[in-house]
């Protein structure tokens, strides 16, 4: 090959990617005149409640949000963070050294193994999960060890398994409750059990919160730093996009100890430049309103849960009615895999699914649905595989 240029090596690392054959598949299908439900994407269909919107609009004519933020984020933001965290979770934060502004988590999460990983470390996380642990871990030159989340296990890690070696060579675990993809929730001893786990073997915790705040029934999620030792040992990340439908926006946080955000920051500050001030003033906004708009939120997802899957159970399929989180993870039909049923679920009624072994071979077996579309979509959905019998 006559190529000018190749790619850095590190680009190998990342694996193959699963979802092609699918993307292929839905392009073709809807090339055929398909009228296509997508409950693939995690990404909410419903705007930003207009006060936050408002807020943004405010804050973008003052010509000082103009210039270069703060690199930690904005004190006021940070501020909010804190206040927010007290009243939701009874969580002390000191502003100027336990919390730091992100570009949404993901850029957090993913910069992270930058600053506390040497190469050849181990990074412990659950398996199946949201892929940027694996990718932030592996940019970093360390290694991935994945800890599978399964029925039996109520998809809660078994930390007794883990190996003494690998527990020894470990340097950070990285855990998601309410996960995503499985909807899980952890309870507050699943996170005493952590903190022992992170403590015993100098662990540096790493959970990701996004999800805390989109519960059902009245479930409050907690947040790991409620764990008596947790900021020793641990951070967590938090996000503003799941919470107030917020992902286009890119605002998210890491709160807890200093000393690992104090890494976090050194790294980011080195890369990036920080949030513009406008939307952290709208974050601000958000944190500070009654969360009258997130239960407003919560309530309209958990008519489309109790629809959705309400609907599937009569259909007769193997399905557990999530407690947390925006998705519902579908056990597949005997006889199906999950890329099996993922593509016969596109083909023969034009529904959009993740099969669960994309997001790590722990999900085999499963597909994941998002109620990420409006009510009427949902009843055509349940009226389309009504008709798949
Ligand atoms: C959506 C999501 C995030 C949040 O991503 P942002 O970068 O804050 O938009 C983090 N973790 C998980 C597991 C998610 O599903």
């Known amino acids: 090959m006559n190529q000018f240029f190749e790619a850095a090596a590190r680009l190998g690392l990342i694996p193959p990617y ?47 949000t103009h210039r270069y933020p703060a690199y930690s984020g904005m004190n006021l933001f940070r501020e909010a963070v804190a206040r927010w965290y007290q009243g939701r979770f009874g969580v002390d934060l000191d502003p100027e050294s336990e919390v730091l502004t992100l570009i949404g988590s993901k850029e957090g999460i993913a910069h992270l193994p930058l600053g506390i990983n040497n190469p050849e470390d181990i990074n412990l996380m659950t398996s199946p999960g949201y892929p940027v642990y694996q990718m932030g871990t592996l940019f970093a030159g360390a290694y991935c060890h994945f800890l599978p989340l399964t029925r039996e296990n109520r998809f809660l890690p078994d930390l007794h398994a883990i190996s003494p070696l690998v527990a020894r060579d470990a340097k950070a675990f990285f855990f998601n ?71 286009g926006w890119r605002l ?44 407003e939120n919560c309530a309209i997802l958990q008519e489309r849960r109790d629809l959705l899957v309400g ?21 597949t039909p005997p006889g199906f895999t999950s890329m099996g049923f993922t593509t016969h679920l596109l083909e023969a009624a034009g529904i959009v699914t993740i099969p669960g072994n994309g997001l790590g071979t722990p999900g085999e077996g499963y597909v994941r649905l998002a109620l990420t579309v409006p009510k009427e979509r949902m009843e055509e959905a349940l009226a389309r595989l009504a008709r798949l019998g």
């Open 18 to 64: 699963l979802f092609k054959t699918i993307d292929e598949k839905k392009a073709e299908v809807k090339d055929r005149g398909v009228d296509i439900i997508d409950l693939g994407v995690g990404d909410p269909d419903l705007p930003t409640p207009l006060f936050i919107v408002k807020k943004m609009e405010e804050a973008i004519h003052d010509s000082e």
């Open 311 to 331: 609907g599937l159970k009569h259909l007769g399929y193997d399905v557990e009615l999530p407690k947390a989180t925006f998705y519902v993870w579908l056990a």
């Open 252 to 295: 998210g946080m890491a709160v807890g100890n200093r000393e690992i955000l104090s890494a976090l920051g050194k790294i980011k500050s080195n890369i990036d430049s920080g949030v513009f001030n406008a939307i952290q003033i709208a974050g601000i906004a958000a944190l500070d309103s009654d969360q009258s708009c997130v239960r």
């Open 177 to 247: 409750y309410p996960n995503n993809p499985t909807a899980a929730v952890a309870d507050k001893e699943f996170f005493a059990r952590v903190v022992d786990f992170c403590r015993e073997h100098q662990i540096v915790a790493v959970h990701d919160a996004a999800y805390t705040e989109l519960a059902f029934d009245g479930f409050k999620p907690p947040s790991f730093l409620e764990t008596p030792g947790a900021k020793e040992i641990g951070i967590e990340f938090h996000s503003l996009s799941k919470t107030y439908n917020m992902t």
